[in-house]
């Protein structure tokens, strides 16, 4: 028993034994179950971290092998985007050609082409359309668990595949975009081009049409015989030669009306007798009772007027009196005179044509020359030439 003594004012109460060895606690041991619950807790853990770790980045390779499959297809796409989108617009150019035209021009088997080749290369820009048109997968944002994890990679390994199938398919349309555009392109040039082959004969088969009408459609023709694609141009070029040769047909139609009546089958048989005198030069006629003074009481009278520039080019006035003549030697010789005027565009330089005596003498040398003796070549109003004028347009054919 220990004996406690009361303390002092302001001090402690203690023991009076303050030292002595300290009683022992018995230690005791972990149970061996919660050992072995740690370490089912630690291999838990690291299992799942394991399985988290191989999620991600299995994730991120099927992702990567996506995007790889995705940019491809996307590229590709582009491309027979672009070459698709450039046939339909030539499709379209070569569909309004055979819309517009009307027959005028050209000829009916080539037009039979283009239209079969415009039906083909629409079914075919159809097809690729409908690849093109397909959805393509995307991915979305990265999953963040494990089972989530794998779960993606799987659907994204499956978007590849289906994504590389359509790169597949895709890669099979060039060949029969090019194959439609080249005969696209080779019979809608083939169709325009009888159309300018055409413009030719067809010109000479309304030879009465007026100059300025022959030429425009001259013109257009050139204009179309010089196109190498199918495109807004080649309509407009085309539109435009089927308007010339409108033209032409009104123009030679407005001429006959005008040279109807009795005279009428002469007047064209004098104008194309004309025509023979001077090949290349492009000859117009006009008709009236009296022409420069003349015409009545036997007399004839004739007018020539000619450009310097291209093409070769003239309009002839004939008075009516020449037709009512013909065939008479002075009505052939008056011909012949005025032809001479019209053809000198042919032989610039060979003669002075300064003044008026000049000029008169040249057409009277040219008729001359081409063996019309007859004083209506123009010896009778302007005298003889001379011989070097004869030598001269001798030369000029």
Known sequence: MTRLTAPEPGGHLLPARLAGPRPTVPRRRPRRGVVLALLGALLVVGGLGGLQLTASLGYDDSRDRFTEALSAADARAAEIRRTTDELISTTDAASQLVEIDSGMLTDPQTKERLAASVASASETTSNTGDLLDED???????PVVFWELFAAATALKSDAEVVAT????LAQEPPALDAAASDLTESGLAFLGSAADTAAPFETAHISAKNDDVIA????????????????????SFTA???AAG???????AELAEKAGPLQGVRLEVEAFARSLAPGVLLEFDWSPVVNGAGYNGSMGG??????????RALIELSDS?????????SRALVAHEVGHAISVKCEGMYDASTQDSIEKWATAWAIGMGFSDDANGVSAYGYPPQSYIDAALACR
Not at 217 to 236: C, F, G, H, I, Y
Not at 303 to 312: F, G, H, I, S, V
Not at 322 to 330: G, I, K, L, S
């Open 136 to 142: 393509l997968p995307d991915a979305e944002a990265k």
């Open 322 to 330: 020449v037709a009512a003549q013909w065939p008479a030697e002075r």
């Open 241 to 243: 030669l089927q308007n």
């Open 166 to 169: 359509l790169d597949a398919e």
């Open 303 to 312: 007018l020539t007027t000619w450009w310097w520039d291209e093409p070769d």
């Open 217 to 236: 459609l001259r013109n257009a023709a050139a204009s179309v015989s010089e196109l190498t694609t199918l495109d807004e141009r080649s309509v407009s």
């Open 247 to 253: 033209q032409v047909v009104a123009s030679e139609s």
